[in-house]
């Protein structure tokens, strides 16, 4: 099994920028797909971005320029740059890791953007 920690969450006025981390350890297949998914207060966990092992990308619209997923395979972690960051993304953060049939959740790190 896989455990994912995040880290990097915090308080940031609009316009700023954070990085979020989530390092996985455990089991970990070469192969897989690795991600963020957010969650706002009374709302669904959605999808932020997702990077699979080989570096493809996916983001939701409402992020695309503004966040940049990255990961480092050698040391099992993958990145959320946010920038320009804007009240409305304020959210518990979650890394998401799958791989054949495994799908582990971290424990989420929360963003809050406000002045």
């Known amino acids: 099994q896989v455990q994912l920690v995040e880290s990097g969450g915090g308080l940031v006025q609009p316009g700023g920028s954070l990085r979020l981390s989530c390092a996985a350890s455990?089991?970990?297949?070469?192969?897989?797909?690795m991600g963020w998914y957010r969650q706002a207060p009374g709302k669904q966990r959605e999808l932020v971005a997702v990077?699979?092992?080989?570096?493809?990308?996916n983001y939701a619209d409402s992020m695309k320029g503004r966040f940049t997923i990255s990961r480092d395979n050698a040391e099992n972690t993958v990145y959320l740059q946010m920038n320009n960051l804007k009240p409305e993304d304020t959210a518990v953060y979650y890394c998401r890791y799958s791989s054949r049939g495994e799908d582990s959740w971290g424990q989420g790190t929360q963003v809050i953007v406000s002045s």
């Open positions: 455990g089991t970990i297949f070469s192969i897989n797909v």
């Open positions: 990077i699979s092992s080989a570096g493809s990308t």
